[in-house]
């Protein structure tokens, strides 16, 4: 027999993610890697400026805001086309399906309990290393389900 626990989503899973899923669709930021190269060349000579403070590891954020983009396709109307809104809604639904086929793994795989444990202390050693996979795994498993 084949345990459905974790391909099966009620709608109650889904309805409980909703609006995160809302929120996901109007407005989220994007985190761009930075990488490190200057945009800015030096004058004549094909090279760039590279700065002698490192940055490494920091990153850039940008907002994207999903909803207004969508709505500025037909500038000028105060409505959504019934393309436009079924686009929004089915991105939300994407978005709470995903959500939800998350916590369905976290609950089969313990990444809930961790993610627990992580709330009261940091974890270190091999529950940190559990912990990053698990919530790499779920992040993946959230958006092969979204997509």
Same mark, same amino acid.
């Given at each position: ?18 609006a995160s ?37 920091l ?12 709505? @500025?396709?037909?500038?000028?109307? +105060?409505?959504?086309?019934? /393309?436009?809104?079924? #686009?929004?809604? $089915?991105?939300?639904? &994407? !978005?709470?399906?995903?959500l ?8 089969a ?9 992580? @709330?009261?202390?940091?974890?270190? +050693?091999?529950?940190?290393? /559990?912990?990053?996979? #698990?919530?790499? $795994?779920?992040?993946? &498993? !959230? ?5």
């Open positions: 027999m084949t345990d459905t626990s974790l391909i099966r989503i009620d709608e109650a899973a889904i309805a409980k993610h909703q899923a809302q929120a996901l669709v109007t407005k989220f930021s994007v985190m761009d890697a930075d990488t490190g190269q200057s945009a800015t060349e030096i004058a004549g000579t094909g090279r760039r400026f590279v700065n002698p403070v490192s940055a490494g590891g990153r850039r954020a940008r907002e994207v805001e999903l909803a207004k983009t969508v709505a @500025a396709v037909t500038p000028g109307e +105060g409505m959504l086309t019934p /393309r436009q809104h079924g #686009l929004l809604y $089915a991105v939300r639904r &994407a !978005a709470g399906i995903g939800a086929t998350a916590d369905n793994f976290a609950a795989s313990g990444l809930d309990a961790l993610l627990a444990s992580n @709330a009261r202390a940091a974890l270190s +050693g091999a529950d940190a290393d /559990r912990l990053r996979s #698990l919530n790499a $795994a779920a992040a993946q &498993a !959230a958006m092969f389900s979204a997509a």
